[in-house]
C-alpha cells in the first residue's frame, strides 16, 4: 500500500500518536463508529458501517487539505493500538460556531485520559496554526463523559443552541478563548 501524502501533520503526546488516517485503519475505525457507546454518544444510526467509516476518513483527510483542520487517527505510542479520532473540525455550515475541538474514542479506551490528552493537542494545535480568538467544542447535552473532558480541558459552556445538520435535539457550545489560556 502506498504512503499517502497529507497536509495533516504527525503530533506525538506523552502517550499518544496524533497522525493521518490510512487505508488499513478501516478496521478499527468501523469498530469504534459500530461500538453502542459511541453510537449513543454520537446518536449515529444502528447500520454504521464501513462506507459510513471510510467516507469520515476521506472527509478528516479532505478537511486538513481544504481547511489546515481535522481529525487525527489517534494510537497508543507504546503499541500502535488504533484508539480513535481526535483533532478540529470546522465544516461549512451557516450554523456551526467555529473551529471544534472534537474526539470519539473507542469504549475499551475510556477512561484512560486520552480523550484529554488528544484534546489538550488539538487545542495547542488549533491556538498555534489558526488566527482565531476563540475555539469550540459541540457536544449534545446528554454526553456527559465529553462535557467533563471539555472542562478539563478548559471550555466553558457558552450556548445552547440547534443545529441545522441535526434539528432532534439542541447541543451545548462549549468554548474556550485564546485569552484565557494566557
Keep these: 500500500?502506498?504512503?499517502?501524502?497529507?497536509?495533516?501533520?504527525?503530533?506525538?503526546?506523552?502517550?499518544?500518536?496524533l497522525r493521518p488516517f490510512r487505508e488499513d485503519d478501516l478496521d478499527a475505525y468501523t469498530a469504534v463508529l459500530q461500538a453502542p457507546e459511541?453510537?449513543?454518544?454520537?446518536?449515529?444510526?444502528?447500520?454504521?458501517?464501513?462506507?459510513?467509516?471510510?467516507l469520515g476518513m476521506a472527509r478528516w483527510l479532505g478537511q486538513w487539505e481544504l481547511r489546515g483542520?481535522?481529525?487525527?487517527?489517534?494510537?497508543?505510542?507504546?503499541?500502535?493500538?488504533?484508539?480513535?479520532r481526535a483533532g478540529m473540525h470546522f465544516p461549512e455550515r451557516a450554523d456551526w460556531p467555529g473551529i471544534e475541538i472534537g474526539w470519539a474514542l473507542h469504549p475499551d479506551h475510556w477512561g484512560k485520559g486520552y480523550a484529554t490528552e488528544a484534546g489538550a493537542a488539538s487545542v495547542e494545535y488549533a491556538f498555534a496554526h489558526h488566527d482565531v480568538d476563540a475555539i469550540y467544542s459541540v457536544i449534545l447535552a446528554e454526553n456527559i463523559a465529553s462535557q467533563a473532558?471539555?472542562?478539563?480541558?478548559?471550555?466553558t459552556p457558552w450556548e445552547e443552541r440547534v443545529l441545522s445538520h441535526f434539528p432532534e435535539m439542541p447541543h451545548v457550545i462549549w468554548k474556550l478563548d485564546r485569552q484565557a489560556r494566557t
Excluded at 499517502?4 to 501533520?9: E, G, H, R, W
Excluded at 444502528?46 to 462506507?51: A, L, S, Y
Excluded at 497508543?76 to 488504533?82: I, R
Design 38 to 54: 459511541v453510537r449513543a454518544s454520537l446518536h449515529s444510526p444502528d447500520d454504521i458501517g464501513r462506507e459510513d467509516a471510510w
Design 1 to 17: 500500500m502506498r504512503e499517502a501524502v497529507s497536509a495533516c501533520p504527525r503530533i506525538e503526546t506523552e502517550r499518544l500518536v
Design 149 to 155: 473532558v471539555a472542562r478539563r480541558l478548559g471550555f
Design 69 to 84: 483542520t481535522g481529525q487525527w487517527a489517534v494510537e497508543e505510542k507504546a503499541t500502535g493500538v488504533f484508539v480513535g
